[in-house]
């Protein structure tokens, strides 16, 4: 078992994308907005709804019939929520490259490839989700509500399914990802479990948030905040004779 702390990971860390303020400070913020944007997304829709809008919506096959009536409802609150939920994603993207560095070897590195393609997904999805709340204020909710559903599928799994594809990306990874840090000490079996949890939440276009997906990114939380501010903290000898050199 490979100590966390070898100097050999602590430079890659420090001296390797995204290097160890931006690393440790992802790290940090990252978990922290995606879960804000899994708890805005749930109280925005219960907010913007009344509860016998909330009752239709429930009864409906899919989320997005209730995610468009309450964008229509309150669309200031509803864009808040995706655009946090959204910089979340972003956020995570160089966190899961500094958890790979930290951890080294090959399955981190396939694990965080995979995460960071299921990254992309979420921002495809975004994407997709501004798309149809648009149209609601361009030509209605009806019409809005009917033509994304007639193409829920197509719009959904994206251009050649590479968005659906790269999504599934996110329950591999995570699992790679969690067995990598276990291994080497990184994580012990509880936040590699959380890290594991986390992801399983869901992916995909209009979808409904829960408190559930907000208490499981919470676990994502427990799990990275603690390695990011580490990472922040640490600092490696600079022999003598060689220039300091500063790591962003």
Not at 54 to 71: I, K, R, S, V
Not at 182 to 196: C, N, P, Q
């Amino acid at each position: 078992m490979i100590h966390p702390a070898h100097p050999d990971r602590l430079a890659a860390v420090h001296t390797y994308f995204p290097g160890r303020w931006i690393g440790g400070a992802t790290l940090v913020l990252g978990p922290v907005v995606l879960c804000a944007g899994y708890l805005l997304r749930y109280l925005s829709t219960i907010t913007a709804l009344t509860p016998q809008q909330q009752a239709w919506a429930e009864a409906q096959p899919f989320a997005a019939y209730g995610q468009l009536l309450a964008y229509t409802s309150d669309p200031a609150l509803l864009t808040l929520s995706y655009a946090v939920f959204a910089l979340g994603a972003v956020l995570l993207f160089p966190a899961f490259v500094a958890l790979a560095q930290r951890v080294g070897g090959g399955l981190a590195f396939f694990g965080a490839t995979l995460l960071v393609a299921g990254l992309f997904s979420r921002l495809y999805f975004a994407g997709a989700d501004q798309t149809a709340f648009q149209l609601t204020e361009v030509i209605g909710l009806d019409q809005a509500t009917n033509a994304t559903m007639k193409e829920y599928v197509d719009i959904s799994y994206g251009p050649w399914r590479v968005p659906v594809w790269a999504s599934v990306g996110q329950y591999a990874g995570s699992l790679l990802l969690a067995v990598a840090a276990w291994r080497t000490g990184v994580f012990g079996t509880a936040r590699a479990s959380m890290l594991l949890l986390a992801g399983g939440t869901w992916m995909g276009v209009l979808k409904g948030a829960s408190i559930p997906d907000a208490l499981v990114t919470a676990l994502l939380c427990v799990a990275l905040v603690p390695l990011g501010v580490r990472i922040l903290r640490d600092r490696l000898p600079v022999p003598a004779g060689r220039p300091k050199v500063v790591s962003w």
